[in-house]
């Protein structure tokens, strides 16, 4: 017999015998709690109950699909209630409970309904659009979450620090109210993963120093990860054990107990600006997921135990032990509950669902908003800004660093939204200045000055995003993205997927990378494989390769950011940061002068130099600095491409670019394998028929020292690739 089915009729048997566990503590109305909340929060209980059984009823006739139930974890629902409907919450995936209970403080919500087409993927389920099962719902504040590691903590993190920011200089696209507190859960598995351990430590590093930051993380502990149980006592120690978090806890099974102490924790929250955790013990019935047999790797008895344990007995029991219903009427409520999802069921299964890659696809780009132009600064307070060093840097050809400095210093004095945020970026100025003296001018609430944590920076930036704010995080160097790349990939890229573009998280992540630093730090401080980023779905990926080209194209990133809704890399080559010199010492043939305030530089504008025919040299970053040194003198028959957006590709543009060229050399200073060089060179060869040669980095690690450009293309290979293409 399915465990589902036994835990089904153990509930009702039990009920009807008056079988039921003993309930003590505070009474529902010593807690706050009207006869209707109890009443309330039970049929929520017993709605995400019953959705589980039909779920799985729905799998097994091949009408529904892989789904995680929330039975054993129906105590949430009690923590809906203590929390305002306005409250972003990002759940753990157990939590349908919470969610149908919030539904129930909002008006005109059906989440019967809504929960039906989402375990049938119909295209009109009103969270992703039938791509995936997934809690959330514009309506009650929760971003869809799809995480089984935690990724979503860092996030919730950053949010709560929206909110109180937000109190302080709010952004013209806001969220949330200013009273509002992010909440976040997971499970107690999920807390040892790193990602977890992070955010509770940034959050209590920032709380240390005296952030406003009013988050309530949840952790659900039912005492077991798939097969992998929890040490006895380890979860409560971990979580007591943290600097800077105010630890409460309930018993997950006792609704009263755990509204009561959640409660408490949302009103000290909101009173004190600060974060606290929720620690709530719960079980876990039915099993891990879908067709899990859970006595394959627990011992029966175990299983009957916590089968035991069901929650909905011990609210059964509370309401009958309070005179609020009798034992017919708890039956009455539980069996007219599966009525009406039987009912809604049969609507479900017959509703469309997605069948093309072109109707997946739709939500990868969110759609744009109206955010009304921001007037141009008034020049006398651009003046007072930049000082008279800067105003003189102006008007002179600068290094691409200088230039960057000066272009996110006049984004920052337009946009008072865009909050910069990174190791080292205030007080330093980051580790090649590139944001010296930003902190000086906007203060330190729009340049922060981050923990050593790249998961923490962007889980901050995705949060910051989520009430309105475009932040601009920086990650020092390439090389430091992969321990956190998850937040782009898993996070930031899949939220408007996963809510059919309801949800959107905005940012421009800066990149400090690539390769030819002499001398410097070798893989970890030059890292030239951007495959990681490339294939992320919906991200813009842009390289600069000199510093006119690169404040143009931060005009128009922000622009994306704020309009288009776009996540956005900007990968600034470090080696052309201080570059002046082209081809002969003191020429200056690399440095620029600033762009007029209206020069941008859309997605597709590829840069073209030279006229010739014979050879096009399709390159980015430093193979662009490096070709134009190997071509010279050979411009009337050489032209350099300079495609600038690495992704997605201007392939239209290309075409046009290089279709009275004769050869085509691709100068890739990233690895031969899973260079950009590879499906470039490939669509090429197929839409145009042209031979395509290639140089690239070869497949390995940067050295440090003499050896720092001795994998990477050179202007000696390039040069040589030329005279043999044009038969020199």
Known sequence: MDRADIVHENFLRRVRQRDLPFVSGLSASDAGLETTDLIDIFR??????????????????????????SSGHEGSAAIAHALCPTDPAFLHYRDGAFQIARAGQVPDQDPIRDMLLSFTLSSEDPISGGRHKVLGSKALSIPPQTSTIASHLPKSVGAAYAIGLARKMPPPDIQYPHDSIAYCSFGDASLNHSTAQGALNAAGWAAWQGASLPLLFCCEDNGIGISVKSPEGWVSAVLQSRPGLKYFSCNGLDIVDTFQAAKSAA????????????????????????????????????????EANDPLL?????????????????????????GDISRKSEHAVQQPRLTTAEEIATSLVPAPKLIADIAKPDPEIRTACFGSADLRALETPQPMGKLINLGLADLMLQHPEIIMVGEDVGRKGGVY??????????GARRVVDSLLDEQSILGLSIGLSHNGFIPMPEIQFLAYLHNAEDQIRGEAATLPFFSNGQFDNPMVLRIAGLGYQKGFGGHFHNDNSLAVLRDIPGIIIACPSNGYDA?????????????????VVMVEPIA??????????????WMCSYPAEDHTMPPGQLGVSGTG????????????????????GLEDRVRIIDLRWLAPLAKEEIVVAIKDCSNILIVDECRDTGSQSEGLSAFITERTGKAVSRITATDCFIATGPAYGATLPSKEQIRSEIERILQL
Not at 276 to 304: F, K, Q
Not at 314 to 338: C, F
Not at 433 to 442: R, S, Y
């Open 44 to 69: 929520s209980q017993i709605i995400s109950r019953q959705l589980d059984r039909m779920a799985r009823a729905l799998q097994a006739k091949g009408q529904g699909f892989y789904t995680i139930g």
């Open 267 to 306: 009103d000290w929250i909101r009173s004190e600006r600060k974060p606290a955790i929720l620690h709530m013990t719960c079980v876990r019935l039915h099993g891990h997921a879908g067709p899990d047999v859970e006595t394959s790797y627990r011992p029966v008895a175990e299983v009957n135990a916590a």
């Open 314 to 338: 011990y609210s059964a029991a509370r309401l009958i032990a309070e005179g609020v219903v009798a034992e017919t009427e708890i039956i009455n409520i539980y069996q007219s509950v599966w």
């Open 433 to 442: 200045g590139i944001t010296k003296g930003l902190q000086a001018k906007f």
């Open 551 to 567: 404040v143009c194209m931060y005009r128009e990133v922000v622009r994306l950011a704020r309009v288009e809704r776009r996540v």
């Open 576 to 589: 052309l940061y201080p570059m002046r010199d082209l081809h002969d010492d003191g020429d200056g043939g």
């Open 613 to 632: 025919r014979e050879l096009a040299i399709i390159t980015y970053g430093n193979g662009c600095y490096l070709s134009h040194q190997a071509a010279a």
